[in-house]
């Protein structure tokens, strides 16, 4: 089969036989990744702003503090999870 005339071009420039995707190699930006303690916390803000939200909306009015919170405990649950979420974005 005959060969293209692009190929043709490029082993000529490059004085090689060989293609440009076979002198590519992958190349490993970050070899470490995310150190395990920050996926832990990650997963546990968002389960803990989970967990709040869920207590507060079942028994929110048998629990003393929580009466007192009122409102902010929307806030609390909320921004719990959102920093949580906020996070994934460190994780490699």
């Not at 076979?22 to 702003?49: E, S």
């Amino acid at each position: 089969m005959p060969k293209s005339r692009i190929s043709d071009n490029l082993d000529a420039q490059s004085g090689s036989t060989s293609s440009a995707a076979d002198r590519r190699t992958p190349v490993k930006l970050n070899a470490t990744g995310t150190p395990r303690w920050y996926i832990v916390l990650m997963l546990g803000l968002m389960l803990l702003g989970l967990a709040w939200l869920v207590v507060n909306y079942i028994a929110g009015d048998k629990i003393p503090f929580m009466q007192d919170l009122d409102a902010w405990n929307y806030l609390i649950g909320f921004g719990l999870f959102i920093v949580g979420l906020l996070m994934t974005m460190g994780w490699k």
